[in-house]
């Protein structure tokens, strides 16, 4: 019997047993399996995709792995970039005393800030640093794991995001969303996602870390990259050869007399050129079959080598890596960029695609965070800025070589504010020449001082790597960093501080301890820390900890009887804020909630002086499609948000709401009257 078949008989016992939990479901899928002899246990993601489209609904609890990662109403995908250095490091100031990774470190050419062992990062490795290849990636697990993706929340990292060259920023952003674009249009129907062309496509069932499948699957979509489906003979064509099962279009044997082969059935001749193209740019057949013998072939484009690369390539002198890791960024983006689907033109299609971003966010420093550069993060469609502040001491930031300033974090906060970002703050307690008087000193005043603020914070208790300045401190005994215990006390003591309008995001960075040298040594931090707020009878009133989906997740009797509008007015970097949240107050649980600002300047054309800002709405609630009712989502929530949001400014005199709009969510607010006014979605009244 065939896998395929025995992964089915599992779903088919577990059917007739009227199977509802994780465990029993297990303990059905060892009991087939040793029927018939199979030693390798399937994940259930493996298992999930053949399953109907009842099948998945019916057993969605069971099959949809880590469903946290979606609780909040939203699909995240991390991308990392490729490895380039930060600004000061190139300006002989940093890298920052505690900072791994970056061209030529010990670790490797990885992006700075990572040692290359980070779940991200490891993706990112396999598939080339590339957006559009590392989109579908996580496409991928999500619809496996029976989870709904189509508000995906997108998070660019690998270093400062703003010195990146602007032409690598763009190709970056394009292909993103053009995956994200492309998916929809493959794999989508009307309604509902296609599984027998997934399946297909992905090879499924399959073991997900085939390096031979991942080799094909590159392959295909390294195709398709600069094809543009948004054209409809293109698409049907490119389905004709992804689908047609007498088609064997991508064999690796194959030359350019047997692709032709396939391309005759396609009548349009334009068509059947653009596709040929595209097949011999990928296969190394583009100088009629005769590949040069100074060609080196990896997934992404041929790499030719001549005597001066053989030279830079044995150059071992990091300001020499950083200094090639440049090029390359800009060698890729030109190479592999097609400049006839413009950044506008793709941004467009998102839109309305089944897979939208609905959330942009990139990170930076506070001196690459002012208001060039958030002029540009608009242009491209983010909507959240992560900044690392690192400390409120300039002393500390100076002698940890960040090359910013105390002055730098709060100006790029309030600029950024005031053109209507989320701000998702970073701050490393631990830290050389603080105390740990210091250190809670300093957690509190990002919320005692109005030039802070944040949104959002991850707290980041600074650990030792190798390569590091720090790491050689610590060796000649010169540094102590925060034990696991110490940071646990130190942050859990810290949440009774935290207001009702941040969200604590994370408490320590995703690094695994075996790629540490000393500092924090579990990867749960968040569950000591957990076990501190106990011992202690401290309460967080984080977002995090009050969203509806985190309270069920815990309590599952978890009723909300009596959900009403709160509004918590404050001032913040200058102007005046106003996060206006629907809750149960008696059950401290959140269900929505919505940010709105009088900005403190005037940036930009759109936004005059008698307008309002709208930063973020949210809806928590498990994800589900996108006009369709979910548990919380789509339940008429948000419209009251807005509604609240628009009487507030109203009664302030404004005249104008200004909407800082992923991409993917602008046709929602065209349904609420509002209409795109440059970088912006806008509603406007008479006074």
């Known amino acids: 019997m065939e896998l395929k078949q025995i992964y089915q008989k599992?779903?088919?016992?577990?059917?007739?047993?009227?199977?509802?939990?994780?465990?029993?479901?297990?303990?059905?899928?060892?009991?087939?399996?040793?029927?018939?002899?199979?030693?390798?246990?399937?994940k259930n993601a493996t298992i999930a995709s053949l399953a109907s489209e009842k099948d998945r609904k019916d057993f969605k609890k069971i099959l949809s792995m880590k469903p946290t990662r979606t609780i909040s109403g939203v699909a995240p995908i991390a991308l990392m970039m490729d490895p380039y250095p930060c600004p000061h490091t190139i300006k002989s100031i940093g890298p920052c005393s505690y900072c791994p990774g970056g061209p030529g470190s010990p670790f490797g050419d990885v992006p700075q800030s990572y040692t290359g062992k980070e779940p991200s990062t490891r993706r990112a490795i396999r598939n080339n640093y590339d957006p559009y290849l590392g989109v579908f990636n996580r496409l991928e697990h999500y619809i496996a794991m029976n989870l709904v993706p189509e508000?995906?929340?997108?998070?660019?990292?690998?270093?400062?995001?703003?010195?990146?060259?602007?032409?690598?920023?763009?190709?970056?952003?394009?292909?993103?969303?053009?995956?994200?674009?492309?998916?929809?249009?493959?794999?989508?129907?009307?309604?509902?996602?296609?599984?027998?062309?997934?399946?297909?496509?992905?090879?499924?069932?399959?073991?997900?870390?085939?390096?031979?499948?991942?080799?094909?699957?590159?392959?295909?979509?390294?195709?398709?990259?600069?094809?543009?489906?948004?054209?409809?003979?293109?698409?049907?064509?490119?389905?004709?050869?992804?689908?047609?099962?007498?088609t064997d279009?991508?064999?690796?044997?194959?030359?350019?007399?047997?692709?032709?082969?396939?391309?005759?059935?396609?009548?349009?001749?334009?068509?059947?050129?653009?596709?040929?193209?595209?097949?011999?740019k990928i296969n190394g057949h583009a100088n009629n079959e005769k590949e040069s013998n100074n060609t080196i072939k990896n997934s992404n484009n041929p790499i030719k080598i001549n005597e001066k690369n053989n030279e830079i390539l044995k150059i071992k002198n990091n300001h020499d890596a950083n200094l090639i890791a440049m090029k390359e960024a800009i060698q890729k983006a030109n190479s592999q960029n097609n400049s006839s689907l413009t950044l506008e033109k793709i941004q467009e299609q998102n839109e309305n695609a089944k897979i939208r971003c609905i959330g942009l966010t990139i990170e930076t420093k506070s001196d690459y965070g002012k208001l060039v550069q958030g002029n540009e993060m608009l242009r491209l469609g983010a909507t959240r800025v992560e900044i690392g502040i690192q400390s409120v001491y300039d002393e500390v930031l100076e002698k940890t070589n960040r090359g910013n300033t105390v002055k730098d974090n709060v100006e790029s906060i309030r600029i950024l504010k005031d053109l209507g970002f989320k701000i998702n703050a970073h701050y490393m307690p631990g830290l050389p020449f603080t105390t740990r008087g210091m250190d809670k000193k300093g957690l509190k005043e990002?919320?005692?001082?109005?030039?802070?603020?944040p949104d959002m914070l991850k707290i980041y208790p600074c650990m030792v790597l190798k390569g590091t300045r720090l790491y050689d401190d610590y060796i000649k005994g010169n540094f102590k960093p925060l034990k696991t215990k110490e940071a646990a006390e130190l942050i859990a003591w810290f949440k009774q501080f935290v207001p009702k309008y941040c969200r604590i995001m994370r408490v320590q960075r995703d690094i695994p301890t075996y790629a540490t040298d000393a500092g924090v040594d579990r990867t749960n931090l968040r569950q000591y820390i957990e076990k501190e707020l106990k011992k202690s009878s401290i309460t967080c009133n984080c977002i995090r900890c009050r969203e509806v989906g985190h309270k069920l997740h815990l309590n599952k009797n978890l009723k909300i009887e009596s959900p009403e509008i709160a509004v918590i007015e404050y001032k913040a970097s200058k102007g005046k804020e106003f996060f206006i949240s629907y809750e149960d107050i008696k059950a401290n649980?959140?269900?929505?909630?919505?940010?709105?600002?009088?900005?403190?300047?005037?940036?930009?054309?759109?936004?005059?002086?008698?307008?309002?800002?709208?930063?973020?709405?949210?809806?928590?609630?498990?994800?589900?499609?996108?006009?369709?009712?979910?548990?919380?989502?789509h339940t008429g929530i948000g419209k009251m948000l807005m509604k609240k949001a628009e009487e507030i400014a109203l009664q302030n005199h404004k005249n104008k709401i200004v909407v800082i709009s992923g991409i993917g969510a602008r046709d929602y607010y065209k349904k609420l009257g509002y209409e795109g006014e440059g970088a912006y979605m806008v509603k406007k009244w008479d006074m």
């Open 151 to 246: 508000k995906a929340e997108v998070i660019l990292q690998g270093g400062t995001f703003s010195f990146f060259p602007k032409i690598y920023q763009e190709y970056f952003v394009k292909y993103l969303l053009k995956a994200m674009n492309d998916f929809s249009v493959l794999f989508y129907n009307e309604d509902n996602i296609n599984m027998n062309k997934f399946n297909a496509f992905f090879e499924m069932p399959a073991d997900i870390e085939d390096n031979e499948r991942t080799k094909r699957i590159h392959q295909k979509l390294l195709f398709i990259k600069n094809l543009d489906l948004s054209n409809g003979e293109i698409l049907s064509a490119v389905n004709y050869l992804f689908f047609n099962e007498n």
């Open 10 to 42: 599992i779903l088919s016992e577990a059917k007739k047993r009227n199977i509802d939990d994780l465990d029993r479901f297990n303990n059905i899928k060892l009991e087939i399996l040793k029927k018939y002899k199979i030693s390798k246990i399937p």
């Open 249 to 280: 279009f991508f064999n690796e044997k194959n030359n350019l007399n047997e692709a032709n082969k396939f391309l005759n059935k396609i009548e349009n001749n334009e068509i059947k050129n653009k596709i040929l193209e595209q097949w011999q």
């Open 589 to 633: 649980t959140l269900l929505g909630f919505c940010r709105l600002r009088f900005p403190s300047q005037f940036l930009r054309k759109e936004i005059t002086e008698k307008s309002a800002l709208i930063r973020e709405l949210h809806v928590f609630g498990s994800a589900v499609s996108i006009g369709k009712k979910g548990s919380i989502q």
């Open 446 to 453: 990002l919320f005692e001082n109005e030039a802070y603020r």
